[in-house]
């Protein structure tokens, strides 16, 4: 967890006039650590090891290199040990594994894997970012040929030429998160037959169900097989070629390959075998600085645990963007400056054949298992820019936020643009402990074909805002089957009779003002719509004449996503 108090004393003084900083790990979080540490410290002697053929590679691209998007592999390079020797005066050693540390002699021992010779060298500050790896489940087959995970360039490659030297033609991906995802859009991209076969009943697990729902069904309509709700149970290799992957269910689906992207678990076999403190995430405990249980080691990137913002609960969190950070913040502590991480708040983004998927801050379901119960949610579905100019796509937008001081909790969208925008806004806005009055308030850039007068960032704000204040009473879709309440559609006949909610009688809205005596005011009325903008015209007007209106966030398009993850009868 990132702890405020370092864990240990800041003694660290050299042991030489040059200090000796060893650094494990030469990608995301170690090499924006050497960068940085020279940049403050012109004086250090500083040395990176990779067990890997290169450092500061873009593992981000991997999935678009297999899917050729990436072609040239070069481009994979960031930087080589070339640029950190010329530009930063930082020796790189890659093909070198760092196989132990001695915490008392301050000594590592290093085994370079072309020569096969093992040495020592010594260090006055050691910096681990060895990442983390991916999870191979112990099940029969999955080390056979033809079964890849996707970590490294050479991976990449591999992969690449399993698919040009077979021909393959058909793909199961096991696991629907992030890079499961990726390698999917890239094999179908490939021109590949691809099923995912995914544990959960929902793709993208950080999401709350409903809001996987539109990329479960865009998915599908680019022909993905998802079988979902279903465990891989093994692989088995077909005589004459080809693999079956076998799945709790008793499916059977045939593959030319398998990708296996269940899920990563930090590197931390250095760190348990020196005796560092290892959390109950199975991640390195380090302080605010990014320091480890021994004041002479930083850890940082996928093989930490640290605090997430929202929950103050320790979490780990294997993204480029923290680790990075946290690589800075390791430099600048090293350095003796006063540095601190933040902790993080997921915020990611995943790209799905043309569709964007971004999250920030908490889920719904992950509030529910914490067992918070005192926040509110509004689901909207407004056009990515303003309606009257072409081309407008909705965005499905979902925002959680405490009551009743309404701080941001967090926010999930799906849509085919500007997505990611918006999520950044409300993640930037998390950070600054921001509320839904702020993010109504936010003056946000807008031309027609970039947004609209009141951003979709600006109308979440401003429904929230009206739920905290009163304007707009929620009802909760979850309870529609449990209600004595009378539904009410306010949509127009024809869009009523194209489909509603069970129970639900019409009234429009354009007719609300002569007809709403037949309505009752001894029940309550639940109000729906199409997104909810009319339901709330239709609440607010209600309110005022005396009734008892909710209104259900996110009209029948929420209603939809709802019943199609099973959150609604
Ligand atoms: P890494 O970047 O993994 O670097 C660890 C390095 O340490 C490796 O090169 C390894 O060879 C080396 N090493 C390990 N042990 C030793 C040892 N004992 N001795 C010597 N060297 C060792 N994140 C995002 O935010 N957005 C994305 O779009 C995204 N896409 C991704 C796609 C893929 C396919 C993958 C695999 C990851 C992706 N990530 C993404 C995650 C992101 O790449 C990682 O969070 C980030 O690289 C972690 O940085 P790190 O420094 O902790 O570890």
Redesign the pocket.
Known sequence: MTKQAPLQSSDTSPRSARRRVLI???????ASCAARLRRLDERAEIVV????PYVSFA??G??YYVGNVIADERTLLVASAETFRERFNVAVHTE????SIDLAARTVTLRDLRAGVTRQDSYDVLVL????APIRPPLPGVDLPGVFA??SIPDSRRIRAWIADRGAKTAVVVGGG??GL?MVENLVHRELSVSVLEKLPQVMPPLDPEMAVPVMQHLQAAGVRLQLGDGLVGIEAVRGGGLIVAAESGARLPADLVILAIGVRP?TS?AQQAGLRIGARGGIVVDAQMRTSDPHIWA????VEVADVLTGQETVL????P?NRQGRVAAESIAGRVTRFRGVQAT?VVGVLGMTVASTGASEKGLRRAGTTDFEKVYLHPGHHAGYYPGARPIHLKLLFSVPDGRILGAQAVGMEGVEKRIDVIATAIQFNATVHDLAAAELCYAPQFGAAKDPVNLAGMLAENVLNGDMPLADWAQLGDTEALLVDVREPAEFAAGHVPAAINLPLSQLRDRYAELPKDREVWLSCGVGQRAYYATRFLLQHGYRPRNLSGGYTTYQALKAARLVR
Do not use: K, Q
């Open positions: 494990v790990g030469g990608v995301a979080g170690g090891f990779d067990r890997g593992n981000c991997l999935p070198t594994e760092v196989t970012s060895p990442g983390a996707v970590r992030f890079i990726e590197e250095l940082v990137g996928d093989v294997p993204l480029a963007g680790a990611a």
